[in-house]
């Protein structure tokens, strides 16, 4: 698989030298293009990690790590010539994964990059968080954001959610579904999936996502 790198850095030069050279190692790497709405940009692109710098524009990336730890735990590697002990202490404090000073070294900051990766997803494949309408599925800790609000789902509700969000756009079967439950050992009916997916709309009303699961009937449901 091809990861995903956002690079959350405000110069142009080291942004754009940055994603070149974790193309040539097969990264897939994307620039934030508004700073004002990185959380946008980090939902949009789902990225597997985040090169954050500290001093952005609007807010610094301290407050941006921050946002993103509400929502997901993708690796957060953070890069800055702010590189004091005090710096790198609240860095880690808001949730970063490690800590680069610049100007650095491409190799360095590659094998940095690579070796967080490789503790992150070896035993884990999937994407670190799908969107749809705003609403923030992580795939860690099977929970959901949207706006302020954080759901805590239970394994099938995440499960059911897991499966129309890799589906967007597309209809997915009753049966499909069941399988996808079956998976965790959990026998289910078609009472039984009634059941989740209207305890899961009932969730997912509560937070101001009404609507967010349509049926169609005699197929089985989609995402609206």
Request: proline share 3%; hydrophobic share 45%; aromatic share 8%.
């Amino acid at each position: 698989m091809t990861y995903r790198i956002l690079v959350v850095e405000d110069d142009p030069g080291i942004a754009g030298a940055i994603c070149r050279q974790a193309e040539t190692w097969g990264l897939s790497a994307r620039c934030v293009q508004n700073f004002r709405c990185v959380t946008a940009e980090f939902a949009e692109f789902s990225p597997h990690l985040v090169l954050m710098d500290i001093s952005l524009p609007f807010f610094n990336g301290y407050h941006w790590c921050s946002e993103i730890r509400r929502v997901s735990n993708v690796p957060i590697l953070f890069l800055s010539s702010a590189s004091d002990n005090l710096n790198m202490v609240m860095a880690m404090d808001m949730g970063a994964d490690d800590f680069i000073a610049k100007p650095v070294d491409a190799s360095v900051l590659i094998a940095k990059i690579r070796a967080l990766l490789r503790r992150s997803y070896d035993f884990a494949a999937t994407a670190p968080i799908l969107e749809h309408r705003g609403a923030m599925l992580s795939t860690g800790d099977n929970t959901l954001c949207f706006g302020e609000h954080k759901l805590e789902l239970t394994k099938n509700e995440y499960r059911i959610l897991l499966t129309l969000m890799e589906n967007k756009g597309s209809v997915v079967s009753r049966e499909r579904l069941m399988e996808r439950l079956w998976e965790t050992d959990s026998f289910v009916d078609e009472n039984t999936l009634s059941v989740n997916v209207g305890r899961l709309r009932k969730k997912l009303e509560s937070i101001g996502l009404s609507g967010f699961i349509e049926t169609r009937i005699g197929v089985g449901y989609i995402l609206a």
